[in-house]
């Protein structure tokens, strides 16, 4: 097949056509695009982009705002990232045991995964009422007094975590039960012949093995932390006092509620270039951890 | 032995019973909200299960409010999405799989890149594009994005290299043109992956919020993620309205998980192993 025959040019290019148009039209022009945006100001609706130079990256830098939000996005990557992986690669493990009846658990833990973002938001806002909710009546079952959850600055960024890690556990648990299948089973033998106990079989072979399936999950919960939007602007609209504001809650809102465009392209570039910086470091990080057979 | 590996099952049982547990409680609690009247919303203690049974949010929802358009609505923006991505990328993942030609890795690795730039990033100049075009606002500007998914060009490229060149080859020297080998060969050998991918989109764009919340603004187009969310700032706190209408709009999808779960369950792992 490596010969190429004339006639399969105009097939190649055929085929690869719609693929090439929407990757020109979805992607790259608009990449170029919101960078020229980015040094204009323009509330779309009347007029053209005025360019006004780095003043859009002047007034984010000069601001409190633009810390603000990428601490609370620290603040949710600390919590979640640990949590999320932590619970997934048990229930993982809980699945790879092969016990009887796991399959059933595996369809039922996928349930909030197939829950849009908007409907799982409601559903927990209601439950975290402070006053009249699921989760405080429970915890008052046994005495505890929880909190306003939503509406106390000191639980809001908690709360869009736990929420989070409900809905994305069935998920990425499935994802590492599919790395932790692959591992050949003769290794766990050849191990349990040589005396090792459980902590040592999981450090030494479970997880370099699965490793490459952590890195997936590492870099893809990474890029949906900086991409927070649905639970927040549902559960608490970026309240209470800032407190849950994020980056791509400021694009949408500097974009397409105060329709200051340019402002909000500029956001959107630095939200571009904080992905893909992290991304080229873990790539980078990764020959340090990351085992490939 | 038996009794350790006894007492091993149980326990493994019982750990995943209970997150399970935790994981469903809030829809339990969604269908209890959603059953209350206004009144027992407030009501202290909370009623776990409401002494009065009330339809009246369904009847609001459903009578009083767009959400059999918007399921219409979501119904036909996911088939068309889902359905352009297939086609699209099956279409380029054979030529990426079979083919060399000039500029085939360049072009491959700027695919690969994209992959890195959110929608967030472009969304504001494609609204741009697509309201110059006439197209915001219209079913055909939330689909057409979905004509570019790097995702499914490269889990089908994969795929297909293991398809042998041997059945290609037989196809051509039997006079067969390319597009015929791609319908009557590479698509009917491409089956699974094609049904992962079908899954796999059409939940993402059956959830997806982000872009349709920018294009469509007219009420009578929105999809029912939208539509919950715009209800949501509306009713803030009538939470049996809330919970009906979250409940509607999640039936469609858990309806088709019931019938094809395996297939849901069986394409993420896949994705893991990779």
């Known amino acids: ?293 | 032995m038996n009794k350790k590996l006894k007492l091993k099952s149980l326990s493994v049982i019982a750990i995943l019973f209970l997150i399970t547990a935790v994981s469903l409680v809030p829809f339990l609690w969604m269908i209890s909200t959603s059953l209350k009247n206004s009144s027992a919303l407030m009501a202290v203690p909370i009623e776990w299960i409401p002494k009065k049974v009330s339809f009246d949010s369904f009847v609001k929802v459903l009578k009083e409010l767009p959400f059999l358009k918007s399921l219409m609505n979501s119904v036909a923006i996911t088939l068309g999405s889902t359905i352009l991505t297939l086609v699209s990328s099956s279409l380029a993942a054979f030529i990426f799989a079979k083919f060399e030609f000039k500029f085939k890795n360049l072009i491959f690795i700027l695919f690969l890149a994209s992959m890195m730039v959110p929608i967030q990033v472009t969304g504001i100049p494609i609204f741009i594009i697509l309201t110059k075009l006439g197209l915001n606002n219209s079913f055909i500007g939330v689909i057409a994005p979905s004509i570019f998914n790097v995702f499914a060009i490269f889990l089908l490229r994969q795929y297909m290299k293991n398809i042998s060149n041997e059945f290609i080859e037989a196809a051509l020297i039997d006079g067969a043109n390319l597009f015929q080998v791609y319908l009557k060969i590479i698509v009917p050998m491409s089956l699974v992956p094609l049904t992962t991918l079908f899954v796999i989109n059409f939940m993402s764009y059956w959830n997806d919020y982000f872009w349709p919340l920018i294009i469509l603004t007219d009420p009578n187009k929105v999809t029912l993620p939208v539509l919950l969310s715009k209800l949501n700032t509306q009713y803030a706190t009538e939470y049996n309205t809330l919970m009906a209408g979250s409940l509607v709009s999640m039936t469609p999808i858990l309806v088709v998980y019931t019938f094809a779960q395996k297939y849901f369950i069986r394409g993420i792992q896949e994705g893991g192993i990779k």
Not at chain 1, 67 to 73: A, E, L, W
Not at chain 1, 99 to 117: E, Q
Not at chain 1, 198 to 219: A, E, H, K
């Open chain 1, 1 to 293: 097949m490596k010969k190429l025959h004339k006639n399969f040019k105009f097939y190649i290019i055929i085929f690869l056509i719609p693929c090439s148009i929407g990757y020109l039209i979805f992607s790259l022009l608009p990449m170029i695009s919101a960078l020229y945006l980015s040094f204009t100001s323009w509330d779309v609706i009347g007029g053209t982009p005025n360019f006004i130079g780095a003043e859009n990256y002047q007034n984010i830098f000069d601001g409190d705002e633009f810390y603000r939000v990428m601490g609370n996005t620290f603040k949710f990557i600390i919590l979640y990232i640990p949590g999320i992986i932590i619970s997934s690669f048990l229930v993982a493990i809980l699945f790879d045991t092969k016990v009887k009846g796991v399959t059933g658990f595996r369809i039922l833990l996928f349930i909030p995964v197939l829950t849009s973002w908007v409907a799982g938001s409601i559903i927990w806002k209601s439950a975290l009422n402070g006053q009249y909710g699921l989760i405080n009546n429970i915890l008052g079952l046994i005495g505890i007094e929880g909190p306003g959850w939503l509406t106390d600055t000191k639980w809001s960024m908690v709360s869009v975590v736990l929420v989070s890690i409900w809905k994305d556990l069935g998920f990425f648990s499935l994802i590492i039960f599919g790395g932790l299948r692959g591992i050949d089973k003769t290794v766990y033998e050849a191990a349990e012949i040589d005396g090792a106990n459980s902590f040592q079989t999981l450090r030494r072979i479970t997880l370099p093995l699965v490793s490459p399936t952590l890195f997936f999950v590492l870099i893809t919960t990474m890029i949906n932390s900086f991409q927070l939007f649905p639970q927040v602007m549902v559960m608490t609209g970026g309240g209470p006092l800032g407190s849950t504001q994020v980056i791509v809650e400021r694009i949408y809102t500097y974009g397409f509620k105060y329709f200051n465009m340019g402002y909000a392209a500029a956001l959107s570039m630095i939200l571009l270039i904080v992905i893909v910086s992290i991304t080229i470091i873990q790539l980078i990080l990764q020959k340090k951890w990351v085992f490939y057979e």
